[in-house]
């Protein structure tokens, strides 16, 4: 079995930062995509930046320019630069690791349990 963790978020001021972290572990045989997805109350999850094994990225249009996205492959571990944080980016950010598990045929998209980021002043 496949998981992922995510940890870093927190309260920070309009204009912040913060760096969340996602590390898989488990049963697996190789992590393909790497990706941020966010949700807030009422609202379905929405793609912030995603990541491939060979580190093209791609980022939804309200965070292009202030996030950033980069990978560890060595340590299966994906990380989310956030800076210039506005009020509109508190949501809870989800992980996503798209992976092919040893112990199963097939790619599998694996979840966080998700982290709170809060920007408020």
């Known amino acids: 079995q496949v998981q992922v963790v995510e940890s870093g978020g927190g309260l920070v001021q309009p204009g912040g930062s913060l760096r969340l972290s996602c590390a898989a572990s488990?049963?697996?045989?190789?992590?393909?995509?790497m990706g941020w997805y966010r949700q807030t109350p009422g609202n379905q999850r929405e793609l912030v930046a995603t990541i491939t094994s060979s580190g093209r990225t791609s980022y939804a249009d309200s965070v292009k320019g202030r996030f950033t996205i980069s990978r560890d492959n060595a340590k299966n571990t994906v990380y989310l630069q956030m800076n210039s944080l506005e009020l509109e980016d508190t949501a809870v950010y989800y992980c996503k690791a798209n992976a092919q598990d040893r112990n199963r045929f097939g790619q599998y998209d694996y979840w966080g349990q998700g982290t709170q980021v809060t920007v408020s002043s």
């Open positions: 488990g049963s697996i045989f190789r992590i393909n995509s």
